[in-house]
T-cell receptor
Framework: DGGITQSPKYLFRKEGQNVTLSCEQNLNHDAMYWYRQDPGQGLRLIYYSQIVNDFQKGDIAEGYSVSREKKESFPLTVTSAQKNPTAFYLC????????????FGPGTRLTVT | AQKITQTQPGMFVQEKEAVTLDCTYDTSDQSYGLFWYKQPSSGEMIFLIYQGSYDEQNATEGRYSLNFQKARKSANLVISASQLGDSAMYFC??????????????FGPGTRLSVLP
């Protein structure tokens, strides 16, 4: 079945460690996105990529890094420079020709202690 | 300034009744799109309905309809015949720019809907 997978669903790390969140899609979508969601709040854009080997910063990119070496994959690294990394992270993708929605993965809940 | 405003942090509705969730937006673009998503407690984001800025008719999808008032910059979601499974967070979102160009999506803070039996 086509869709977006994010792994793992829950992730625990010690403060000061970098951690990489996985996002894979088999929808043949061109654009991919990473969002952060804090409890009781909306989604904030971290990074997005419209094509392979190209990506742009969103509203809250500081402390995060991404790569887009393959169309299907858009991993997000939460670095030790991110002051408050504990959050719910959602990955999404979208075909460039569509007027319609982004398709979202199930999310990864990251806890840093 | 907030680009998407949802003024109702929480709403209650009786099962089988209709409910309206408010959304106002701010953009200077002529071409844009408006979306509503549902987020159950599991965390997944479920697309509900879309309205393009040039669409003349209000969008409808089953029990969901979007009350689009362009001059007032509002895009309220109407859920008819509420069901217990409708209890969730609801987010209004906007894509600025044409669909094949604008890639910036902005989300509102959400409204938590609780359906009472």
């Amino acid at each position: 079945d086509g869709g977006i997978t994010q792994s793992p669903k829950y992730l625990f790390r010690k403060e000061g460690q970098n951690v990489t969140l996985s996002c894979e899609q088999n929808l043949n979508h061109d654009a991919m996105y990473w969002y952060r969601q804090d409890p009781g709040q909306g989604l904030r854009l971290i990074y997005y990529s419209q094509i392979v080997n190209d990506f742009q910063k969103g509203d809250i990119a500081e402390g995060y890094s991404v790569s887009r070496e393959k169309k299907e994959s858009f991993p997000l690294t939460v670095t030790s420079a991110q002051k408050n990394p504990t959050a719910f992270y959602l990955c999404a993708s979208r075909t460039s020709e569509s007027s319609y929605e982004q398709y979202f993965g199930p999310g990864t809940r990251l806890t840093v202690t | 300034a907030q680009k998407i405003t949802q003024t109702q942090p929480g709403m209650f509705v009786q099962e089988k009744e209709a409910v309206t969730l408010d959304c106002t937006y701010d953009t200077s673009d002529q071409s844009y799109g408006l979306f509503w998503y549902k987020q159950p407690s599991s965390g997944e984001m479920i697309f509900l309905i879309y309205q393009g800025s040039y669409d003349e008719q209000n969008a409808t999808e089953g029990r969901y309809s979007l009350n689009f008032q362009k001059a007032r910059k509002s895009a309220n979601l109407v859920i008819s015949a509420s069901q217990l499974g409708d209890s969730a967070m609801y987010f209004c979102a906007m894509r600025e720019g044409p669909s094949n160009y604008g890639q910036n999506f902005v989300f509102g803070p959400g409204t938590r809907l609780s359906v009472l039996p």
